[in-house]
Each structure stands twice: as structure tokens, then as C-alpha cells.
């Protein structure tokens, strides 16, 4: 399995607080990838890093932001969480070369109370 | 319209069945194609990747076809385990992210 771990697994919060989630890779892969996934909506993006400091935003980026100090690191924030906000989070990785496919981390479930 | 769309199903098959899903996208400069696994409440898994020529893995035949734009996946001889969502993943050309289908639910029943 690809080297990749997620942080917390499990969040209980309360609207407008401030939420941080981890994920970590031991693959030193380029591209690493936030997603959401919510019933009837499947897997959306919400923000992608193609390099340290590069980010850019998916299709869901509002009430989110994201980090990437290091390769293997890459946080997103909740700045102030509300209920919509409820879903499983799923972090992924894909190598810079080629058409290659995504790997994904153990996904984080955050309720949003 | 969807950029990446699929059946949602359920489809229910006895163990034995053949079962094919299809997944249809609409960028035709879509270059790269996969199919993945999910269980439920788990991370989705890379199942195989799709490509022009068609290929096989086993049980599990995956197909292109780029002049109607869309993909298959076809599971000959259905055990119970495989009973999951099977998402359909696009890669278009110029572009860093992928884009998801919602996924095809799949029970397999003795």
C-alpha cells in the first residue's frame, strides 16, 4: 500500500471552530490531493498541491484552505467549520510523471455539530 | 451535464454472473482512464487502469471507446466479494486533478 496517513481518522467539532487535517506520505510524491465525499455527490476535489508551496483550488475550495511546507506533508483547514462541512475526507497521492493513477490515504470522518 | 457520469445502480447479480458497467465522459481530450474499487466506508482502490486497446486482469476486462466516449468494466464469474461501488476516473489532458464518476454499487448475491 501506498505510504500515506491521515490525521485525525475521526473528528467530532462544533460549528465555527478552526479544523486542521492531516496528511503525510513516505512516497515523496509530487501531486498530493484533497478530496470529499458525501452520498449522492461521490468524490470532489476541494484543493491539490503539484509542489511545495503550489496549490490550487478544486471545484469545492469554498470555507477551505491548504498548506504544503514540505513534500510530505499537506494540511487542510477548515477556517471556521460548519455543518455542511460534515463528509469523509479523503487525502491522495499521484507521482509527477506521466498519466499515473491516485493512491489514497484511510480518509479522515469529520462530524461538524 | 457531468463531466464523468455513471449508473448509479444497485445491480444485483447471483454469484456467477457476468456484469459489465459502463461510464461515459464528456471531454473528449479526456487520456487517461481508471477504474477503482471502493467498500463501503473505505478508501477507494485502484482496480486497473483503461487502456485504448482494451485489457484484461483476470476476471475483469476494462474497455475505451473513444469515438462514443465512454468506458466499461466487465466482471466475468462474480464472487461475493466483489460487492462494492466501482468509480470511474478520468484524467484530462493539460489538467493536474482527476475527475470521479459517483460510482456503480455492485451486490453480488449467493
Known amino acids: 500500500d501506498a505510504g500515506i496517513t491521515q490525521s485525525p481518522r475521526h473528528k467530532v467539532t462544533e460549528t465555527g471552530t478552526p479544523v486542521t487535517l492531516r496528511c503525510h506520505q513516505t512516497e515523496n510524491h509530487r501531486y498530493m490531493y484533497w478530496y470529499r465525499q458525501d452520498p449522492g455527490h461521490g468524490l470532489r476535489l476541494i484543493h491539490y498541491?503539484?509542489?511545495?508551496?503550489?496549490?490550487d483550488k478544486g471545484e469545492v475550495s469554498d470555507g477551505y484552505s491548504v498548506s504544503r511546507s514540505k513534500t510530505e506533508d499537506f494540511l487542510l483547514t477548515l477556517e471556521s467549520a460548519t455543518s455542511s462541512q460534515t463528509s469523509v475526507y479523503f487525502c491522495?497521492?499521484?507521482?509527477?510523471?506521466?498519466?499515473?493513477?491516485?493512491?489514497f490515504g484511510n480518509g479522515t470522518r469529520l462530524t461538524v455539530t | 451535464r457531468k463531466e464523468v457520469e455513471q449508473d448509479p445502480g444497485p445491480f444485483n447479480v447471483p454469484e456467477g454472473a457476468t456484469v459489465a458497467f459502463n461510464c461515459t465522459y464528456s471531454?473528449?481530450?479526456?487520456?487517461?482512464f481508471f477504474w477503482y474499487r471502493q467498500d463501503c466506508r473505505k478508501e477507494p482502490k485502484l482496480l486497473m487502469s483503461?487502456?485504448?486497446s482494451g485489457n484484461e486482469d483476470g476476471r475483469f476486462t476494462a474497455q475505451l471507446n473513444r469515438a462514443s466516449q465512454y468506458i466499461s468494466l466487465l466482471i466475468r464469474d462474480s464472487k461475493l466479494s466483489d460487492s462494492a461501488t466501482y468509480l470511474c476516473?478520468?484524467?484530462?489532458?493539460?489538467?493536474?486533478?482527476?475527475?470521479f464518476g459517483s460510482g456503480t454499487r455492485l451486490q453480488v448475491q449467493p
Open positions: 491522495a497521492i499521484r507521482p509527477g510523471t506521466g498519466d499515473s493513477p491516485l493512491h
Open positions: 471531454n473528449s481530450a479526456s487520456q487517461s
Open positions: 476516473v478520468v484524467k484530462d489532458t493539460g489538467r493536474r486533478a482527476l475527475t
Open positions: 498541491s503539484y509542489g511545495v508551496k503550489d496549490t
Open positions: 483503461v487502456y485504448s
